[in-house]
C-alpha cells in the first residue's frame, strides 16, 4: 500500500509522540507513528502527572483514566529524615488555575496504552510497531524518514512534517545534527519498588515526599500497590556493589529502620542528565520531549515538559495545516514552538530540578538553613505558595511560553 504524502511522521509512540499524535488525529490530520520497539514501551521511570499536563490529557479520556488507574496527591512534602516534615504544600490552592488542583502518581506506560487506545477507536491510526528511524532526508515542501521495518529491510515514508519524539538518543535529532548541550551528573539515581507501608510506619506521609539530607538525599512517592524510594549512588560504586541485595537493603534501612528486612519487587539504576538541545527545528524535522532536553527527576518534570511539547507543536502544525495561521506566516508560527518551548526547558525546567536536587544535597549547616528559611517563608505567605506551586506544577511555565509571540 503506498501511503499519501499529506500526513505527519512521528517517531517514537511514547508520551510525547502519542500525544502529539492524538492531538493531530482528533483535528483530522493523518499521522504515522513508528516505534522501534515491538510493542508499547513499558519501563517505570516517570509516574507524576502535573495539573496542567491532566488539563491538556482530559478531551482524550487519558486524564480521568489516569485517575481512575492511578493515586490523587493533592499534597507533596519536604521532610527530614531525622525531624520529620519541614513543610507541607496542597495544590488544591490552584482551583482557580486548573481542573485539576492536584496531581496523579501513576506509571507513564499506562498513558502510552490509554493514547494508543484513543488513536485505535478513532478508526484508521497507522502505528506500527518494530519500526525504527535510521535517518531522514528533506525537500521543500516534504521530509522522508528512513525505517527499519521488523524484517529488517528499510522503507521510505514521506510526509508533510517529522516530529522526532524517540528519546534522550534520538535520531532525528542526530540526523539534524544538533548538539544536545549540558552535562551528566557523576552519580547515579538507584530507584527501589516494594510494597511495605510507609505511609502505616510515618501517619503524616503524603504520596509524594522529599528528603533532604547532607549524607544521602531520597524521596519517597507512591504508585498504586507500591512504594518508589529514590537514592543517589557514589560516583565510585560500581553496578555489582549497588545491586548487592545487602547495599540496597542498607539503603532502606538508613531512610527508615524496620525489624524485618524489605521486600525489594523491581531496582533501577540510570544515569541523570541535565541537557536542552541547541534548537528544535530544522526546516520541516522537529524534536519534543526527551529528545529535545532531559533532566533530573525531582519534581516530576521531564515526562510532562515532553507533553507540553507535543501538544505545543501539533498546535502549530495543526493551525498551519488548516490555514488558520491568524496573519502570522507559516514558518513563523512553525519557528515559535522552539521560541516558547526551548527557553522553558532552560530557564524553568533545567534550573528548577538542579535547584531542587542542590536544596535536598545541602551540605553545610548555612545552605541547610537557607532551604529551610525558604521553606518556612514560602509556606507562611499566601501569595507566595500559590506563586510557588505555579511553578512546581509547570502551569507558570505555560504562561511565560505563551507570552512569547515572536
Known amino acids: 500500500m503506498v501511503l499519501s504524502t499529506e500526513r505527519v511522521l512521528i517517531a517514537g509512540a511514547g508520551p510525547a509522540g502519542l500525544s502529539a499524535a492524538a492531538y493531530l488525529t482528533r483535528r483530522g490530520i ?5 516505534e522501534a520497539e515491538a510493542q508499547l514501551p513499558e519501563n517505570l ?3 507524576t502527572f502535573h495539573p496542567p499536563t491532566l488539563d491538556m490529557l482530559a478531551p482524550y479520556g487519558a486524564s480521568q483514566s489516569l485517575i481512575d488507574q492511578g493515586l490523587v496527591a493533592p499534597k507533596f512534602q519536604f521532610r527530614s529524615r531525622t525531624e520529620g516534615c519541614l513543610a507541607e504544600f496542597d495544590f488544591t490552592v490552584l482551583a482557580d488555575d486548573t481542573q485539576h488542583p492536584f496531581r496523579v502518581q501513576c506509571e507513564q506506560f499506562k498513558l502510552n496504552h490509554l493514547l494508543h487506545d484513543w488513536l485505535l477507536a478513532q478508526g484508521g491510526a497507522d502505528v506500527r510497531f518494530g519500526h525504527a528511524i535510521t535517518g531522514l532526508s528533506q525537500a521543500d515542501d516534504s521530509v522522508t524518514a528512513l525505517i527499519k ?7 521510505a515514508f514521506t510526509g508533510r512534517w517529522l ?6 538518543n534520538s535520531v532525528v535529532r542526530q540526523a539534524l545534527d544538533i548538539p544536545f548541550e549540558g552535562f551528566t551528573w557523576d552519580e547515579r539515581f538507584l530507584v527501589v519498588s516494594t510494597p511495605y507501608a510507609f505511609e502505616t510506619a510515618m501517619p503524616d506521609l503524603t504520596l509524594v515526599n522529599y528528603f533532604a539530607d547532607p549524607a544521602q538525599w531520597f524521596f519517597l512517592l507512591k504508585v498504586p500497590g507500591l512504594w518508589r524510594a529514590m537514592f543517589p549512588t557514589r560516583p565510585e560504586e560500581t553496578e555489582a556493589e549497588i545491586f548487592d541485595p545487602d547495599r540496597i537493603e542498607a539503603r532502606m534501612q538508613w531512610a527508615h529502620a524496620t525489624a524485618t528486612p524489605y521486600e525489594c519487587t523491581h531496582t533501577t539504576l540510570y544515569r541523570v542528565h541535565q541537557r ?9 524535522a522537529f524534536i519534543a520531549g526527551d529528545a529535545a532536553h532531559i533532566n533530573n527527576p525531582l519534581g516530576g518534570m521531564g515526562m510532562n515538559g515532553g507533553i507540553h511539547d507535543a501538544f505545543n507543536l501539533a498546535e ?7 490555514g488558520e495561521g491568524g496573519g502570522e506566516s507559516d514558518e513563523g508560527l ?3 514552538y522552539e521560541k516558547q518551548r526551548r527557553p522553558i526547558a532552560l530557564d524553568y525546567v533545567n534550573s528548577q530540578t538542579i535547584r531542587n536536587k542542590q536544596n535536598l544535597e545541602a551540605n553545610t549547616p548555612e545552605a541547610q538553613q537557607i532551604f529551610r528559611d525558604f521553606l518556612a517563608e514560602v509556606s507562611s505567605d499566601p501569595q507566595k505558595t500559590h506563586d510557588y506551586l ?5 502551569i507558570a511555565s505555560l504562561r511565560a511560553a505563551a507570552k512569547i509571540t515572536a
Open 45 to 47: 521511570r516517570a509516574s
Open 30 to 34: 493523518p499521522v504515522t507513528v513508528f
Open 149 to 155: 521495518t521488523p524484517d529488517g529491510g528499510e522503507e
Open 334 to 336: 512553525l519557528d515559535l
Open 276 to 284: 536542552v538541545a541547541e534548537r528544535y527545528r530544522t526546516h520541516r
Open 316 to 322: 502549530k502544525i495543526a493551525a498551519v495545516w488548516h
Open 163 to 168: 516530529i522526532g519524539a524517540e528519546g534522550a
Open 390 to 394: 505555579l511553578r512546581t506544577s509547570m
